[in-house]
Structure formats: structure tokens, C-alpha cells
């Protein structure tokens, strides 16, 4: 913060000189370079917030017209006569502007315009031209291009910091600040900061002890060199890149499904940093991967980045309300696209132009008409030949389903038409009405029974169907006969100590929601929701009984809505023991419940054994060619969304809402930059693919300042725990400045220049003396810099949620290092119309695999991981918290992974047990052994004498897992020199 | 270690307290202590001045000074109802829908809402009864709520921006439709800080049916640091990781303790200046006491049968009986100084709507027959009993849920369906006038008419009463000063006492 108020003050102080100066000196200007260079900026930063597009007080003076024109209060100069002019007035009688007066010198500016004739150009003032005290303009310093910077060579830099060229930036600006920076870290330091900020892994102690030993002069490159060559930087460098991407496998909303398929993103954007593919590239690839690289696989999965947000698809039927559901998805893409790659905070322009930035609302809604064609979804990907060679061989296949298909049916056909003729014998067999949802009822002979059995073969919407019925209320009524009983009693009843049994469906987080329980709690509401064709209801003794009723709904609310599917076809069995059954009733003598039904009844009855063994052939046949298609294996379909025509005219929303449209506007670059780069204007009717592509080239473009901008300080924030500008997505005025506005251009300037490969790029910065110093504190340097901006000393930091998690794993020597695939879950996933995700409580070694390939659902708390500040992905995390709280230490004390791994890492330093020394070794020798080898794996360095006592007396009390949990739990093991 | 990229809390007060622009930074709040006082969030505001340790017990001036106002509330109690409640079946009476039962609503006869088309006007199913000196009629479905409608201040003139579950809770919980704002209670945390040194700050308890609409979202701090997130745990439920792994016996856990004390120890001495390491050592601390303490909150051995009796946690239907318990286990957080509470009463959509939450869409009857006896005493005695113990002077009691119901039927169903443009939210409790009404909905309950209000409008006024000016607890994020009322909101004072 110091900083940016640093740039504030020394603005105004600038501006002050600019308006003081000259005012009081020269006479004869040009009118036009008056009033550009004094009389200029003070409209455009003191008056055109409201006296601009706002037009308070019906006075607007961005053009010489409408300034002639005046206000409310008439007009407001009379050129050349001060004293007769209204704004003269005001602002001399500190009337306006309202808030804060103008100095004398600036009223004495605009007092000497008017009086000079109020010279006003031709061409409209534009509230964005100029940077003002309250809000950026497109001299704004993020959107200026780059500019060539030679790094600084002043006499104060020492020889061992003048090699480098980032040394050179940055002690110069240590200088200017009276700091000076570090000496060179140890080894072990050094080896153990590269290892984690390369690969997330800690080294291991074979690693410490070569690099130690290591006299080379150029040990360190190769160190570094060996990091980079890692797959394992791809892993780490990718969980960066998929922060900043929003990157999630879970649709998000309150449906919430989790993505199956989006795991291909998160494996392509790790390999193609372990390919060293040039990042703008990969840039291009994710906005228009299917436009560039159409059939190859590994471009095209890029676009999951537009549709790996979240999006609600709950289904309004409210257009309104649907509408502003689309504006939403499309406003995350619009976000995720503007802040990743340009830093720019693009969706702060939805409802107006940016508060604070010169992005304009209609820079938004260009962007919107750009993205208007992107639908969440699968798409089929692979070359033209691949997807013809499927259909190819797809075709004969699908060609005999479909003749099957019409034989069955004509098979069918037949025999249902022959059932249809002879129908009317048949009537007279079903004289009872057909069942009913509101109630359906079945009298008996008195029978003495204690069970009472529904099986179901056919629901009332489909013949063939016996699940997925409902059934509110099953009533089983005694007999009324025997007056000694009184009147007749429902015994199925749960109160009469009836109990009911049937498969149901389930919610998991909540057991009892469909269960067959609810036939008999007396109430019509809710249902049972049947899994199985069975309902056994048990009475609490043997009763004589003469009647059930039945029904799933009751109230008639329902009709015939999915919601309250009934029975079609049953029979009502009663038993004494649960064995032997009695059919007591069927739907048999029931009139049907529709047409299907009836005709199924009747070619059940007429249908010829030589029939049957036809119906059988083909059915199959049909499974036998069913089974061949799905042996030719599919195309990969994966989330990377699918891509319709969107034709235009599109408009701004006004205030935001989609019922207000507003000034029509075609996809184009936004004007935003548009003194540094070479725009583009695209007609409403443009392809979809070519917005996408040219947006892509714009943002890509060697005149565009921001991209590498933003993609030179998220490496420095990753390497040093902060950005030279601390906001990495937002390079606006709300957004931090740069402490080394020289050295972020020189950097930026080199990633265009290794033509976008990061490897070098990160070799560079990591060569640096700047890079290897001491973190070690230093009192009076942090009263200067307490967060060593400046880089005094090498900023320590904690390791992040997937680091302390796979260096556990790594330590107990558990990690399984496979990579790419379906993601694993530290959660357990539960549907039932919406997801549930639950934290699980044990993690079997399936989930041991690096913690970036966990899969990634939104609006989960994950144990360890959302501790330790992972974040959720319903935003883009341009740089992660750091807290600290009492549940981690919870976690990391008590959750059964820090057992589990305390457990494995005992066993494993057990098994490589001490190093031999032949004949018998005392007990206290091979404990310290033991406690030796412990502090070598986590911490990467041995025990003192004071340590190594203490610990052998936990081992000897407790054993070695305790050692071990104690040792995943110290500061030094995720705090990071 | 003082690293920016720690969001550290300090800097997020000045960020949220002072003039971004008048902030000239002091470097060394960085460095003293401020890491020990920000764990938990406890006494933010205090602790940037007097470095409070939290070994110090001494008693902590809410907000010490940096409040805008001056504070009725030291802490909140959110009801939440999900599933969208009706408003006309349980706090607005709408005398005109017995009057035009079965007609169509005038203007809106091809009104499409969420699941389509509606029918004619639906008159609610049960009577509304006069309660207390105010006169207020509430629904006769909720007898025990009544005896409180004198306290209580409803808004029946709320609106939302959403007709949709989760966009609609979320909104409700952030001030903004989208996923990932922080809720209230992170809000509040992140403004007042704690004010006990053994419980987390901000807890929700979800109902024993599920979690509410979207989840996690409702109580997600966002981008405020992860120590403002609230804690979940229920009277069936407790906090995860709180207990000692069976493997692992008492001493064991003394002894490695102290191990870990001693390495700990060590490694700060050669890392001095680097206070976060203190500060981490410090939430070991913390979490032991926290062991010791939660189980203490959730243990109603001690409650009296007559007060069990009066929340009804013995209750024979199950439903109720858990609600109840964990009303109780709401006033005993409150009681120990929990600073935000959010107190489910209902869960998410399921495959038969209404039956996990108050989404009656096809049998309003048969739902809420269900929902209310569930809600009804065990709600009523919690606020009984915050009120005999004197809670209620400094807590702040929220009624809430996303939105409210239509006044007509929805098509070939006797249930209602979303109404984000009229609905009903109430408070009650330290700073709010009771007995009053504010605003209304049109004379069916379509929408808001007298006086509209947003949930903007709401957390404004919840802020105000906390002694903070909606306007700057800000917090900077992307490109801007988030705010929980968005750029919105303005404080409904005639709800102030």
C-alpha cells in the first residue's frame, strides 16, 4: 500500500507544478495548448463524473456544443466575460465542485479560459483520456506499451550484484529505499526453496546430500536445470495456471453435478508447461483451440478453459429470469477471459462503464456478443479422418440395429394388431374400474394373514416398467365381521405396529426421504418411491382381514403428473409365515389402465410358443449388435464446450438487465487499449469461431502491453510469494502498483522475446542473487519493508494446501506418482436431484496420487485441503490467502491421513531400517537412528543434540508413528526458507 | 512472516476502516503481535491498537472505536428456512385471497414463474389469528411463534433478483447471486473479530435433512481468509477432526505435544521477527482448547427437563426433535460467545419438492403441515429462552429465506410456486423495534408494493445495528471494495428501536 499512496502523492504534487507553473507565467499561449495542457484536465477530472455522460443538472461539457448549450440554470460561459459566467461563479464561490473546492490556481485557470474566449476543440473530451486523482485513463500506466528499460547500472551496485540483470533492477530500487539486500543462502535452503518452487515437492535426502556435495561451479544451474526437465513442474505449474482459471469439475449452483470429463483441461495444461509450449500459444489454444487446431485433439481440449466455470442449468421457465441465468454464464467467461490474460477487471463494466478504468460498458458487451455462441458441454473431439473412420464403421452396424429395430417392431406391430381385433372377447373379463392414483381398492374373502405382499408388473405410464412407481398410503383393513372386535382397523398402520418393507430410492444425506415406511405413517404425503416391484407389509399379529386401498395421491393434486406414477398391473398376495403365499387379489379382473396395457394383457394371452422364440431371436439379436457398437471405441467426448452460431444485432444491457437493451455492439477488441494496439471491429454477422480467434490474436498480439505484463508478475508472484504488482489480476486503478515498473517491462519484454517459453523465463529469475538470499529477518529492514517488497531478504512462505498434503505422502513414502487420468475424490459424491458433497473421513491409497489431480468440485470443504487455503473454485484465485487456524491444527493433529501417513513413514524408516554396523546395536543407538533418518526425510536436515533427545524419548514411549505425527505438525516442515 | 500475500488482517481493516487513500501504512502492525490477535479473527479492531495477546482475558470493547455507530448488537442469530417459505401462509395475511379464492390474477393471467404456468388465485389453508398488542396476524400453523410477533419487525416488502434456489439462498446469505462472495457471517466475523477464546467465530448448523440449497456456499467466506468461514457442526454433528484419533491416548498426546512445543520452539528462535510462526504455535493452543470446549457446548446434560421440554428436543417426531436440539445448541454457542450462528431449518430440492424444505410446489398442505410443527416450538423456544436469559438485549435474531411463494396455484397442482418479487424476512432482538411491519406486498402477496426492499436493505440495517456503515466494511477484491450489500442498500430505519 505504501507504495501506491507513494504514486498518488507524487501525482498531484506533478499536477500541482503543471498548474501553478505556467498559470502564473506565461501570457500567450496557443488557446489550443492552453486548454489541452491546463484547462483540460481539470474539466475531465474534477467536472465529468457528473457533468459528462451523467449530465447533472442538464449540463454536460464534453463538447463545445453542449457547453454552449448550458444547464437547467441557462448557459454557463459568456466567452470572455468571467464575471458573467456561471461557471466562473460557481466554482470562485467553492459551490461546485460539491466535495472538494478547486485550488485558487486551477479557478484561476478556468477564470482566465473564459476570459480568453473559451477556446474549446472540435473533438468531444473523453472522461478516460487523461488518469485523474479518482479513476484511470488510457494513459493509465498498465495500458501504455512497453517501454524499452535497460536495466540500471548506478555506481551503488557491488560487483556480485551487477552480473545479473535483475539484480541490477532490483538493488537499485533496495538502494532508493536506504535497504540493502541478503547474503547467499545455504545450500540446503536453496536446494529445498527450488525444489518446492518448481516442482510442490520436497527434495529428497539423497537430492540435499548430492546438491551439498555438489563443488561444480555451475551445481546450482544444473539443479535448476534438472527441476525444469521434472514432469513434476508441470504438475505444480499447472495448479498455478488452473487457480487463475477457475478451473473446476463440477458444474457449480445448486445442482452442482460433478464433470466426469474435464480432466483432459487440467492434464493439457500440465503438459504443455513440461513442454515448454509457448504461452501464448496455449493463450490462443483455450479461447479458440477448435478454430485454430480443428481435429487436433490436444489444441482443441484448450477451450475447456471458456466452460470450466460454474453456470446454472436448473431450467427457468421464466424467460426473464432465464435470460439473466445466460448473462450470468457468459459474464464468468467474460470475467475469467479479462482478468486471466489482461488483468483487467472487464466485469466491472456490466451495468456501466468501469468506476474506476477506462473500460467502457461497450467494451463488455462486445466481448459478450464474442462469447454469445459457447454452450457448457461435451463435445466429440478428433480429426475429420478419425470421426469418418468411426462412422464408418459404425454404419453397417447402426444400419442392422435400425432394421432389427423395425422387424421388432413390426413384429410387435403384428401382434398388437391381432390383440386390437379381437379385444371385445376380452371385456368381459375386466368388469372393476382400472386402478386409480387417488385410490385404488381390492376386497377378499376374509383371510387370516400376517403378511400382505404388492407385486408390481407395470406402473400406469408403462407396461414394461416396475419401478419408480410411488405409493403415498397401503391400507390393510381387518375384517368386520366378529362384532367382539368392533369396527374394522387399518393393522398395516405403524401405529398399530405394522412395518413395511420395499426397495426404495435414495438420498444419502438424509435416509429416510423415499423409504417404504411412509405406506404406513398414516400421512398421504410423502411418498414411498419405489426401487424394486416388491411392498411387503408385516402386521403385529395375525388378523383377519378382507380389504386393502392403495393409492399415490391421495389428494388428487398431483393428476397425472411423473410425480405421482402409479401401479398399472399387480397382484395382492397374503401369507402367515413369509413363505407360503396366497393370491388374494389382481389387477387381472381390473379394467386397464390405458390402451398399451390392455394390449399387452391380450397378446400376453394369444402369443404361440413359436412367437415367444421369435421375440426372443430378435431380442438377441438386437443385444448381439448393441455389443458391437460398443466395441468400436468412441472418440474422446470431453468438456470443452460446443460452439453454436450466434447472430447479432447485440445490444448493451442497460443497468445490466437483458430486458433493457441499450446501444447495439459488435464483437471488437476493447477500446480499453486502444492507444497501444491495433484493434478490430468485426461485423454482427461474423462467424462465431473467427470472434473467438480474432480475440484470441488481439490479447496475443506483439503491441499488446498486457499480456506479458500480467504473465511476467504471476511467474514473480509464484517465484517470490508476491507480484511486482501485488494485484495479479487487476492491473487497474483499483489494483496495486508496480515496485519495479522498470524491471516488470524488461521481464515482460524477455518473455516476448524467449518467444514465450516459461522455462527460460523462470531460469532467469532464479539465477538471480536476488533470488538466492537469506530470508532470515533483519529488525530495521522490516521497519522499511515489512513484506520485503523490495526483496531485502528472500520472502518466506508457508507451502500451500497441495504441497503440505503431497509432502506428506512423499515423505511416508506413499505418493503415487501416476499422472493424468480421471481425477481421484477426497470427497464422496451424492445425487439426488441436487449434489451433496461430503468430506470423507478416511483416504484409501487410491486418493495418494498428487494433489492436483483431485477432482476439483465446487462448494466443497475438503479436509486439509480447504484448511490450508485452497480455494474454491467458484471464482478465479489470482493469489491464495495464507491463514492460520485452529482447525488445521486439528486436522493435522487428529484426521486419520496424519495417522495413516505417521503410521507409513514409521514402517518405512523400520524397513530401510539403520545403516549396518554389524553384530548387535544397542536400542538407544538405533532409536537415534531412527529419530536421525526422521528429521533427514522431513525437514531435510538432522536432529541437534537437544532435539534428537527429546524425540528418542517420545520413540521410546511411544513409538515411532508418534515421532512421526509430531514431525508432520512443526513449523519447520511447511514453512519454506 | 509478514507476506502480502497473507491478505493479513491488518491490512484488510485499514483496507475496510480507513480512507484507502488516507492510509499511509504502519509498517510495524506487521510485525507485533498482530498474527497471535488475528487467529480466529478474535478482536480485530482491538487488537490493531492494543496488541491484545490472546492469553490476555481482559474484557474487549466491541469494536473499540472503529465502529460507525454505536453498536445494539454484539452478536447475530440467523434463522434461515430454505426452499423459499411462503410468506402468505405464514407471516402477511391476505384477507383478499379467501375474497377472489379461485380467480385469475389480474394482469398476470399468462405469467410464466420457475416451473411455468399458474392458475387461479389460491387462498391460504389455514386461518391467521390476531396475536399479541400489536395485533399482528400470523398464521395459526405457527401458535407458539405468536407469543413472540410483539418483538419481532417484519419486512413483508422484500424482493429478490432471483427466481432460482441457489442463486436465491446465495443471495440471500452474500448480497450477490453468484457463487463466492462471502456471507454475513464471514462479514461479521471479519469485522467484529471473536469474542471467546475456545469456539470458532462464525458456526452454521445445517439441518439433519441436508444442507440448504448450494450448499457450502451460503456460509463460504469467499475472499475474505479462510479463519472467517464458518464451522459446521450440529446437535448430531460435531466440529470434524475435534476428537483425539482412537489410536492415540491421552499421554501420547501430552507427549508429543511437548515435542512438538520444543521443535517448534526452537525453530522460531532462529526465525526471530518472523511472528506467524508464534502465531501458528499459538492455534495449536487454541485447537486444544477448542477440544476441550466444543464437546462442553454440545453436552445438554446440564439443560433442565423443563427447559428440554420447552424446545421439544424429546420430541416423538424425530424431525422436530433434532431441529430442537439444535436450537438448543444455538442459544449455548450464543451463550459462550459465538459471534454469528446460522441456523437451518430445512434442507435442499430432493426428488419430491417440498419434502425436504419449504418448496411446496404441488401440495402446499401436506408440505407445510410437515415443515411447520417442525419449526414452530423449537423456534419459539429458543427465542423464549434468549430472551429469559437476557441474550436477546445484545443479540441480534434474523428471520430469513430466499424468497416467498406466488398467490396463485401453480397449474394442476394445490402447491405455489417461486416469488422473488414480494416475500417476508424479520428480525428481532438488540436494536430492533418490535411489533412493527414494515412495507407490503400488494393486496394478493404478488409483489412488494409499500416500501420495496432488497437484501441489501436488510444487511444494511443488520450492519447498522452492529455499529458498521454498510458503505465501509469494505473488503478489496479484483478490482474493487466488495461490499456484502454490493453497491446497493440503504438502512431501514423504522425498524431501529
Known sequence: MPVRELVCVGAIVMLGWCLCGPASVCADEVPAKFFDEQVKPILVNRCLSCHGADKKGGLDLRTKAALLQGGESGAVIEPGSPQESLLVDYVQSEEMPPKKPLSDAEVAILTRWVARGGYFPDEPLDIFALTTETRAGYDWWSLRPLSTVLPPSPDEIGASWSQHPIDCFVRAALHTKGLSPSPKADKRTLIRRATYDLTGLPPTPQEVAAFEKDQREDAYDRLIDRLLASPHYGEHWGRHWLDVVRFGESRGYERNEVIDNAWPFRDYVIRSLNDDKPFDQLVREQLAGDVIGPGEIDVEVGTAFLVCGPFDDVGNQNPEQAAQSRANTIDDVIRATSEAFLGLTVGCSRCHDHKFDPIRQTDYYSLYATFAGIQHADRELGTEEQKEQRAGQLAPLTKRKEELQKEFAKFEGELTAAAIKRADEFVGDWL????????????????????????????????????????????????????????????????????????????????????????????????????????????AENETIDRVFFSSDRSGAAGDQFIATFVGEYQIDVSLNGEDWQAVASSATRQPVTEAHRNKRIVEHLITDQQRQRRADLTTQLAEVDRKIAEIAPLPTWWVGTFKEASGPFHVFVGGSPQKTGEVVVPASPSVLKQATTGYHLAADAPESERRRQLAEWITAPDNPLTPRVLANRLWHYHFGTGIVDTPSDFGFMGGRPTHPGLLDWLAAQVQSADWKLKQIHKLIMTSQTYQQQSAFEEIAAGIDADSRYLWRFPPRRLSAEEIRDTLLAIAGKIDFTAGGPGFRLFRYMQDNVSTYLPLDQFGPETYRRSV????????????????????????????????????????????????????????????????????????????????????????????????????????????????????????????? | MPNPAKNNVTDSLHRALLSRRGFLGDAHTGLLGISLASLLGRDLLASEHDKVALESRAPRQLGNGKLQFAPRAQRVLQIFCPGGASHMDLWEHKPSLDKYHGQPLPGEENFLSFQGRSGNLM??????????ESGHKISTMLPHMAQHVDDIAFVHSMTSKTNTHGPGCVFMNTGHVTEGFPSAGAWVSYALGSANDTLPTYVTIPDIRGEPPNGKANWSNGFLPAQHQAIGMNAQQPIRNLHLPSQVSAEEEADTRQLLELLNQHHAAQHPGDSELQARMESYRLAARMQL?????????????????????????????????????????????????????????????????????????????????????????????????????????????????????????????????????????????????????????????????????????????????????????????????????????????
Not at chain 2, 401436506?366 to 423449537?378: A, K, L
Not at chain 2, 424476512?425 to 420495496?452: I, L
Open chain 1, 432 to 539: 372393476r374400474p382400472p386402478a386409480s392414483r387417488r385410490g385404488t381398492e381390492e376386497v377378499f374373502p376374509p383371510v387370516l394373514a400376517r403378511h400382505v405382499r404388492l407385486t408390481v408388473d407395470g406402473t400406469d405410464v408403462n407396461p414394461a416398467a416396475n419401478i419408480r412407481y410411488r405409493i403415498d398410503e397401503f391400507e390393510v383393513w381387518t375384517s368386520e365381521r366378529g362384532t367382539s372386535e368392533g369396527p374394522s382397523r387399518n393393522v398395516a398402520l405403524a401405529d398399530n405396529g405394522g412395518q413395511a418393507i420395499g426397495k426404495n430410492f435414495v438420498a444419502e444425506d438424509f435416509v429416510g426421504a423415499y423409504v417404504a415406511e411412509l405406506t404406513i405413517d398414516g400421512k398421504f404425503e410423502p411418498p414411498w418411491i419405489a426401487a424394486g416391484p416388491e411392498l411387503v407389509v408385516t402386521l
Open chain 1, 853 to 977: 489431480y483431485h477432482q476439483n468440485a465446487r462448494a466443497t470443504v475438503i479436509d486439509i485441503m480447504t484448511d490450508f487455503d485452497a480455494p474454491d473454485c467458484a471464482f478465479a484465485t489470482p493469489r491464495r490467502t495464507e491463514t492460520t487456524t485452529p482447525l488445521q491444527a486439528l486436522t493435522m493433529m487428529n484426521h486419520s491421513f496424519i495417522i495413516d501417513m505417521a503410521r507409513f513413514l514409521a514402517e518405512r524408516i523400520e524397513a530401510e531400517g539403520p545403516p549396518e554396523q554389524g553384530g548387535g546395536e544397542s536400542a538407544p543407538a538405533k532409536t537415534a537412528a531412527q529419530v536421525r533418518r526422521a528429521f533427514e526425510l522431513a525437514l531435510a536436515r538432522g536432529p541437534d543434540q537437544r532435539e534428537l533427545n527429546a524425540a528418542a524419548l517420545l520413540v521410546e514411549k511411544h513409538g515411532l508413528a508418534a515421532l512421526c505425527r509430531a514431525m508432520f505438525n512443526t513449523n519447520e516442515l511447511i514453512y519454506l526458507d
Open chain 2, 293 to 497: 470446549s466444543a464437546p462442553e457446548v454440545t453436552n445438554m446434560s446440564g439443560e433442565t427437563p423443563a427447559t428440554l421440554h420447552l424446545y421439544g428436543t424429546e420430541d416423538a417426531n424425530p424431525l422436530k426433535a433434532a431441529y430442537a436440539r439444535n436450537c438448543l445448541l444455538a442459544r449455548r454457542l450464543l451463550e459462550k460467545g459465538v459471534r454469528y450462528v446460522n441456523l437451518y431449518c430445512a434442507s435442499r430440492a430432493s426428488g419430491v419438492d417440498g419434502l425436504l424444505n419449504w418448496d411446496a410446489h404441488r401440495t402446499l398442505v401436506s408440505d407445510y403441515e410437515r415443515h411447520c410443527p417442525v419449526f414452530d416450538q423449537p423456534t419459539a423456544a429458543l427465542l423464549t429462552d434468549l430472551k429469559q436469559r437476557g441474550l436477546l438485549e445484545d443479540t441480534l435474531v434474523l428471520w430469513t429465506t430466499e424468497f416467498g411463494r406466488m398467490p396463485t396455484h401453480q397449474a394442476e397442482t394445490t402447491g405455489r410456486d417461486h416469488n422473488p418479487d414480494g416475500f417476508t424476512c424479520w428480525m428481532m432482538g438488540a436494536g430492533v423495534k418490535g411489533g412493527t411491519s414494515y412495507g407490503t406486498t400488494d393486496e394478493f402477496g404478488r409483489r412488494a408494493e409499500e416500501n420495496p426492499s432488497s437484501v441489501w436493505d436488510f444487511y444494511a440495517t443488520v450492519l447498522h445495528i452492529l455499529g458498521f456503515s454498510h458503505e465501509q466494511l469494505t473488503y478489496y477484491y479484483n478490482g474493487f471494495d466488495r461490499r456484502l450489500t454490493d453497491v446497493h442498500g440503504h438502512v431501514i430505519h423504522p425498524l431501529l428501536a
Open chain 2, 123 to 132: 387462498r391460504s389453508p389455514w386461518p391467521f389469528a390476531a396475536c399479541g
